[in-house]
């Protein structure tokens, strides 16, 4: 028997792949795969998802060759993904698909790019990385003849636009009341066309992707801070559930050395967050009953998640990386050096529409454009170039248009 999960021993609650819901364009069925095995192979064989490989996780790519990538982080939550999965008897092809999907958005240097580009086009609807992956995954990849975009399941695409939630309330209206009246379009434009009911919540494969996310960066963020230095072991005694962890496993192993006892102790965490969620989500699959992925949707509630015992725990970890990783000084004037570097090439092409690529000029003649205002066409066209540059490709545009360019170092 195989690691992947049969349709046959699905819980009733999972997404059905004979049940799904199809795709925008219909296409014949594949006869070795199932619909959501394919959209996970369609997701690696893209363009965006192979630039995960040069786009920042914590730390840029040149600081060392060690640090988690966007790609590497993808993979981590797939793995955990479909470990849960497994354990919850969903759909693995399915939780994988999007796991290895959700940060196809991402602009290059992370967060630090995200904020730079929401800055530099709040005059046009600024950017949001989920809302880049459906940009994305519907329009931006162009590799088939018949269809822009992936084409992907409907099941898939769900889990991806809710990974943080329902997007609308009961009312209709928007949950994030701070989200631009361009981006309440689009996301409204994604719910007309695909009937995404933005005011449920998502299948259980896609709350269990996105708490598989949680799970993976908390955990590789310690590996990736010790490493960098930023933080030694003892400094986890201020986190006690991690640092009774580490007490075991030095009662286990006496003398362990340190680059061993951090692979033990992230190896053990994860184990620990896993299985905390399996329970708190069978205990929560049982009190509530559901009998079809439908009924997870209409739940007004998550299902997959901590305790809340264990929720505490994850916050205190948060805290503690927020305040001696994210927020490290090093950290946060690379950071800062990375978004500037963004919103320079941002404001750029702002000004100088004329000068993207090809392929990225909005249909009017590039002969007739001169230095007036950028249309939103123009802006959206800028977002998306941007927005698909990896790290390393915006450091040397940024070179070879400015005198002066941050070493990031």
């Known amino acids: 028997m195989t690691g992947r999960t049969h349709q046959h021993q699905l819980a009733s609650y999972a997404c059905q792949a004979s049940q799904m819901r199809g795709r925008l364009v219909a296409e014949h069925a594949c006869p070795h795969r199932s619909p959501f095995a394919r959209d996970r192979d369609r997701i ?14 914590v730390f840029i790519y040149h600081e060392g060759d060690h ?15 479909r470990s849960l999965a497994r354990q919850l008897h969903l759909d693995e092809d399915l939780c994988e698909a999007m796991a290895l ?33 459906m940009r994305i995954l519907t329009g931006l990849e162009k590799r088939y003849p018949a269809f822009d975009g992936l084409n992907l399941c409907f099941e898939t695409l769900e889990g ?6 329902p997007m609308l309330d009961k009312t209709g209206a ?3 009341k701070n989200t631009s009246d361009e981006m309440v379009q689009a996301v409204r434009g994604f719910e007309r066309v695909y009937g995404f009911d933005l005011h449920l919540y998502a299948s259980l494969e896609g709350q269990v992707a996105a708490i598989a996310d949680d799970i993976a960066y908390n955990n590789h963020d310690i590996d990736d801070g010790l490493r ?20 075991q496993i030095k009662g286990e192993h006496e003398d362990v050395a340190d680059e061993r006892l951090v692979f033990e102790l992230n190896r053990r965490l994860i184990t620990l967050m896993i299985g905390d969620v399996r329970e708190e989500t069978a205990r929560r699959l049982a009190e509530f009953s559901p009998q079809s992925s439908e009924d997870i949707r209409r739940a007004g509630r998550v299902i997959a998640c901590f305790s809340d015992t264990f929720s505490k725990h994850f916050r ?35 000004k100088r529409p004329q ?55």
């Open 44 to 57: 690696i064989h893209s363009t965006a998802f192979r630039r995960l490989n040069h786009k920042t996780q």
């Open 67 to 81: 640090y988690r990538s966007r790609l590497t982080h993808s993979l981590e939550v797939a793995q955990i993904s």
């Open 101 to 133: 999907a959700h940060d196809m958005g991402h602009a290059p240097f992370g967060h630090a790019g995200e904020r730079a580009m929401a800055r530099a086009l709040k005059g046009f609807g600024g950017f949001d990385h989920n809302l880049q992956t």
């Open 160 to 165: 991806l636009i809710k990974h943080n939630g």
């Open 174 to 176: 928007m949950i994030d």
């Open 228 to 247: 960098a230095g930023l933080i030694s072991i003892d400094d986890l005694q201020s986190v006690p559930f991690v640092w009774e962890v580490i007490g």
């Open 316 to 350: 205190d970890l948060q805290d503690f990386l927020r305040e001696r990783v994210y927020q490290n000084e090093h950290v946060r004037e690379i950071m800062a050096d990375a978004e500037t570097i963004t919103e320079d090439i941002v404001r750029y092409f702002l």
């Open 355 to 409: 000068e993207l690529p090809k392929e990225w000029q909005c249909a009017r003649a590039a002969s007739k454009r001169t230095e007036c205002a950028v249309s939103i066409k123009d802006a959206v066209s800028i977002k998306d170039y941007v927005a698909g540059m990896t790290d390393r490709y915006i450091l040397a545009l940024h070179r070879s248009l400015f005198d002066v360019t941050p070493k990031l170092r």
